[in-house]
């Protein structure tokens, strides 16, 4: 079964950095689109930022443009999302997951499937 595991979040002061990882557990995944998601208490999953499988194309929430990058490394199966000047908003628990090509990036599974996700905490 594709099992995806996110890593690398944590408690981050106001315009700080973190990078999130997105591993594949028993496959490859570089013949996927994968996508960054995120949840936020009391709010609805939303998409932030997507990858196509070569890394030729990426598309980004207008809420994350200028501040996050999306990336992958096919050889060591995994991506990442490098994400910089944090804001409170930011806060909520981060997911990946295969998706469409961009720019449509729409989940290809639902979300019982997806993995546990990493937490990602803004706050002074």
């Known amino acids: 079964q594709m099992q995806y595991v996110e890593s690398g979040g944590g408690l981050v002061q106001p315009g700080g950095t973190l990078r999130l990882s997105c591993a594949a557990s028993g496959f490859s995944l570089e013949h996927y689109a994968i996508g960054w998601f995120r949840q936020a208490p009391g709010k609805e999953r939303e998409g932030v930022s997507c990858?196509?499988?070569?890394?030729?194309?990426?598309n980004y929430a207008d809420s994350v443009k200028g501040r996050f990058t999306i990336s992958r490394d096919n050889a060591k199966n995994t991506v990442y999302l490098q994400m910089n000047s944090l804001k409170p908003e930011d806060t909520g628990v981060y997911y990946c997951?295969?998706?469409?090509?961009?720019?449509?990036?729409?989940?290809?599974?639902?979300?019982?499937?997806w993995g546990q996700g990493t937490r990602v905490t803004v706050s002074s």
């Open positions: 990858i196509d499988p070569i890394g030729g194309r990426t």
């Open positions: 997951e295969s998706v469409s090509l961009p720019p449509r990036c729409r989940p290809e599974r639902e979300i019982d499937a």
